[in-house]
């Protein structure tokens, strides 16, 4: 038995509400068993410092890992360790970007195997959904995926080919009776003029008038009207276009099962400030103007938007091709910033550090069917975080593979000064990580 010991720790008051106070957490094993005022005469306790707050571990459900096939762009080791780093202890890793891409029950083998020994924390599996695999969900689910993944526009990954509405169907018809949802990234390529078509490959405006925000709302219109067909658990991955949450909200109040996400980019990031061929700011959707970016943040103040994932999905650098919007990989790196980038942007609008935990760990973890909190029977996955400090993101920090990411040499508040996972801190040195199963979490 061992105790934190804290001036600030958000536990629970007795009506289930987070509340920062002083705490004594006790954890035995890899539990926690009490949460009291002052530590007991007997314990070994470790007092945590001055400035320092104790939180719950964050989830993040959303992880381009790339391991096997791809290891060169990420890996199993180098992404959990960059995760605990940044206070996070569950990941679920995207079925593409590795090779096999896992679509199969037999591609899903392989990535366990690929994992074993490797992670620094614990890890889920998503599958995948692409024409003709329908027969593969089951035993899929039946192996321990928490659901599975489509694109409604091509991946740019061949070997994961996007679906149609009839292939959305299919699929949808046969989770719904599993219970396991199927995430969606939600774009459809409409007809229509890009105006910045002839502009420069280094200007961002052609990268971002090439994906309007239509082609998301569309996506999502067939999302919830496949959803009421179907009664299938539904999630809008990474929703970037403000202009969707009104029906997305209606749809809520309908009581169609559908769940939203949005990632840090999409929140501390704008279309204005992106600088000319700067390719390490693209991703799909993309990041959008500002007034777009306010709304998000009313959506998620208003719960319409549930939580916030990172959609680390990394590359090697040269294949960002600075310079060239229109051929440049699409995706971010950035899983161990996430806590101190959305708390910069979260307090700046006047959210609370308790906000940001519901967005960033109860949210997710909820979403996976488990729970992070600071309360008897618990388990103990805590970070402790420097709220106030002030720091530069610099590339000595960063524990992702490779270091490009937009957020490089931004100053932001608050640092993660220390993971525990299942009672134990994370060093990054010895890997106690496990593969995590649906209904075993």
């Known amino acids: 038995m061992h105790v934190l010991h804290t001036r600030y720790a958000l536990v629970e008051d007795g009506n289930g509400r987070g509340v920062f106070r002083p705490a004594a957490v006790v954890i035995d094993g890899e539990i926690i068993t009490a949460v009291l005022h002052e530590p007991p005469a007997d314990a070994t306790v470790e007092v945590l410092p001055e ?14 890992i790339n ?42 083998e392989a990535k366990i195997a690929a994992a074993t020994g ?77 105006p910045y078509a002839d502009a420069s490959p280094r200007e961002y405006l052609r990268y971002l008038h090439a994906r309007p925000r239509e082609w998301e709302d569309a996506a999502i219109a067939m999302t919830i009207r496949l959803v009421r067909q179907t009664g299938c ?33 999409y929140l501390c990031l704008a279309a204005e400030d992106v600088p000319e061929g700067d390719t390490s700011y693209k991703c799909a959707p993309p990041i959008r103007e500002a007034a777009n970016r306010e709304i998000l943040w009313q959506g998620l103040g208003e719960r319409v938007i549930d939580f916030v994932i990172s959609d680390h999905s990394p590359c090697l650098p040269a294949l960002k091709l600075p310079g060239d919007f229109v051929h440049a990989w699409g995706g971010i790196a950035s899983l161990q910033l996430g806590l101190p980038n959305v708390w910069t942007a979260a307090r700046r609008r006047g959210y609370a550090l308790t906000d940001v935990i519901r967005w960033m760990s109860g949210g997710p973890a909820a979403f996976l069917g488990t729970e992070r909190r600071i309360a008897p029977g618990a388990r103990a996955d805590l970070v402790a975080f420097e709220p106030e400090a002030e720091v530069t993101v610099s590339a000595a920090a960063i524990l992702h593979r490779h270091k ?19 009672g134990e801190r994370v060093t990054g040195e010895s890997p106690r990580g496990r593969i995590l199963r649906r209904d075993a979490t």
């Not at 400035?51 to 381009?64: N, S």
């Not at 569950?90 to 096999?100: G, K």
């Not at 089951?138 to 996007?162: E, L, N, Q, R, Y």
């Not at 539904?234 to 970037?240: G, M, P, Q, T």
């Open 51 to 64: 400035g320092v707050v104790l939180l719950p571990a964050l989830v993040d459900t959303h992880v381009h």
């Open 404 to 422: 490009l990411t937009p957020y490089l040499g931004k100053q932001v508040s608050g640092a993660v000064r220390d993971t525990w996972m299942r």
């Open 118 to 194: 490797q992670l620094h924390v614990d890890v889920g599996l998503w599958g995948g959904v692409v024409p003709g695999n329908t027969h593969e969900l089951a035993p899929m689910v039946a192996a321990g995926v928490f659901g599975f993944k489509c694109f409604t526009c091509p991946s740019g990954i061949d070997d994961f080919p996007h679906v149609t509405e009839a292939d959305m169907r299919a699929a949808m018809m046969a989770l719904a009776p599993l219970g396991v949802p199927l995430l969606i990234h939600a774009e459809l390529e409409l007809e229509g003029t890009n």
């Open 67 to 108: 391991e096997p096939g791809r290891t060169e762009w990420e890996g199993f080791e180098t992404a959990t360790r960059a995760a605990a780093a940044g206070g996070v202890t569950t990941v679920v890793d995207m079925p593409l970007n590795s090779d096999p891409v896992t679509t199969s029950l037999a591609a899903l």
């Open 233 to 265: 658990r539904a999630h809008i991955v990474h929703l970037s276009s403000a202009s969707a949450l009104p029906m997305i909200k209606a749809a809520k109040a309908e009581g169609l099962p559908i769940t939203v996400e949005t990632c840090p980019h």
